[in-house]
């Protein structure tokens, strides 16, 4: 039972790449990278948990107040804006392709030219 | 490749790959049982060293700085480009697209909503390095009450509100203002990004030296991000409604 919250890290990432491999379509596709990457989120906080703990931050409560790991959290935080930032990106890019290309198929897409 | 013969390479990947999760996982501690010592050191000291109650937030703008700087610039270049390819892709300007929300009850209470969730940002913002919040936290949470006024009412109406121009020089100005005031301590004569302002009391809104400075950098940075990457977006769908 102890292990559930690195279990589910794991599935979502299996899910996010399954995702990945089968996308017909470029947005599903980015999506699906996005699945993948919050499995981070899930291992880094999960990691940093520890029991009976309340969050890190001693406003009310005296120093010494058993609280979870700050540095995993701040990990975390990082981890989403790079998540939004680069999900950005990728809309973009796929925005272009099915302007130039006309669809949005990873399939169909011809192969990239200089 | 055709799609079928992807499915059976994917699964021999997969089992290689879950042999390596599981062999890593067995190797970690118990969920609830973590004892690494970096988090637990902070949580005695941050208080002490640096006066802010939110030992996050002191890690996120102090003793992860430098980080968090990588994490500035990436957020700026990536939103640069995105900018770039969306405007290079689009030929035509938006025509004017009658989108306005014609509910009025509707429209009242989402234009209503808009200071209250600014307002709300804001204080996100301001109380990062005190209580649950920040920079990131909050500059999200203003940008989402502008875009508010596109939901709620016109996309005209959000881009008279959120000029490109202005919502560009706000985007580099954030990532500027994080850098200068790491280079200022660098100008003072001490290490790169170093917390050279006095620490204030404990738990005030002038506590963490820098800290607030930095915080309030990064929410200006955050929120002109957000804005533009709405603004960028929108401006797509109008030209695709206007063809």
């Given at each position: 039972?102890?292990?559930?919250?690195?279990?589910?890290?794991?599935?979502?990432?299996?899910?996010?790449?399954?995702?990945?491999?089968?996308?017909?379509?470029?947005?599903?596709?980015?999506?699906?990278?996005?699945?993948?990457?919050?499995?981070?989120?899930?291992l880094l906080l999960a990691?940093?948990?520890?029991?009976?703990?309340?969050?890190?931050?001693?406003?009310?409560?005296?120093?010494?107040?058993?609280?979870?790991?700050?540095?995993?959290?701040?990990?975390?935080?990082?981890?989403?804006?790079?998540?939004?930032?680069?999900?950005?990106?990728?809309?973009?890019?796929?925005?272009?392709?099915?302007?130039?290309?006309?669809?949005?198929?990873?399939?169909?897409?011809?192969?990239?030219?200089? | 490749?055709?799609?079928?013969?992807?499915?059976?390479?994917?699964?021999?990947?997969?089992?290689?790959?879950?042999?390596?999760?599981?062999?890593?996982?067995?190797?970690?501690?118990?969920?609830?049982?973590?004892?690494?010592?970096?988090?637990?050191?902070?949580?005695q000291v941050v208080l002490?060293?640096?006066?802010?109650?939110?030992?996050?937030?002191?890690?996120?703008?102090?003793?992860?700085?430098?980080?968090?700087?990588?994490?500035?610039?990436?957020?700026?270049?990536?939103?640069?480009?995105?900018?770039?390819?969306?405007?290079?892709?689009?030929?035509?300007?938006?025509?004017?697209?009658?989108?306005?929300?014609?509910?009025?009850?509707?429209?009242?209470?989402?234009?209503?909503?808009?200071?209250?969730?600014?307002?709300?940002?804001?204080?996100?913002?301001?109380?990062?390095?005190?209580?649950?919040?920040?920079?990131?936290?909050?500059?999200?949470?203003?940008?989402?009450?502008?875009?508010?006024?596109?939901?709620?009412?016109?996309?005209?109406?959000?881009?008279?509100?959120?000029?490109?121009?202005?919502?560009?020089?706000?985007?580099?100005?954030?990532?500027?203002?994080f850098v200068g005031l790491?280079?200022?301590?660098?100008?003072?004569?001490?290490?790169?990004?170093?917390?050279?302002?006095?620490?204030?009391?404990?738990?005030?809104?002038?506590?963490?030296?820098?800290?607030?400075?930095?915080?309030?950098?990064?929410?200006?940075?955050?929120?002109?991000?957000?804005?533009?990457?709405?603004?960028?977006?929108?401006?797509?769908?109008?030209?695709?409604?206007?063809?």
């Open positions: 039972m102890s292990y559930l919250p690195y279990a589910l890290a794991v599935w979502l990432l299996v899910v996010g790449l399954y995702g990945v491999v089968t996308s017909r379509h470029l947005v599903h596709l980015v999506v699906s990278l996005t699945v993948a990457q919050s499995s981070t989120y899930v990691v940093g948990y520890r029991k009976h703990a309340t969050a890190p931050i001693f406003k009310g409560i005296p120093l010494g107040t058993k609280a979870t790991d700050p540095v995993v959290q701040a990990l975390t935080l990082t981890d989403v804006v790079v998540s939004v930032a680069v999900l950005a990106l990728l809309l973009a890019v796929a925005v272009q392709v099915h302007v130039r290309e006309g669809t949005l198929d990873p399939d169909e897409i011809p192969a990239v030219r200089g | 490749m055709s799609p079928r013969a992807r499915i059976p390479l994917f699964l021999v990947s997969l089992a290689g790959l879950a042999a390596l999760l599981g062999f890593g996982v067995a190797g970690l501690p118990a969920f609830g049982d973590y004892h690494g010592p970096y988090g637990l050191v902070l949580n002490g060293e640096r006066h802010t109650t939110n030992v996050v937030a002191a890690v996120v703008f102090d003793y992860r700085g430098f980080d968090t700087l990588g994490e500035e610039l990436m957020l700026f270049a990536a939103v640069a480009a995105t900018a770039l390819i969306l405007r290079e892709a689009r030929e035509e300007e938006a025509r004017q697209v009658l989108d306005a929300v014609r509910s009025e009850p509707v429209r009242l209470a989402g234009l209503s909503a808009v200071p209250v969730v600014v307002l709300l940002g804001l204080f996100v913002v301001a109380f990062g390095y005190l209580t649950p919040g920040g920079g990131f936290q909050g500059g999200t949470v203003v940008a989402l009450g502008l875009l508010l006024v596109y939901l709620a009412a016109e996309h005209r109406a959000y881009r008279r509100l959120t000029p490109t121009a202005v919502v560009d020089v706000f985007e580099g100005g954030g990532a500027a203002a790491a280079l200022g301590a660098l100008a003072g004569g001490l290490a790169f990004q170093e917390n050279f302002l006095p620490l204030g009391k404990i738990g005030a809104l002038t506590s963490g030296g820098s800290i607030p400075l930095l915080n309030w950098a990064t929410a200006i940075e955050v929120t002109a991000a957000f804005l533009l990457l709405f603004g960028e977006f929108l401006e797509e769908v109008m030209v695709e409604r206007g063809r």
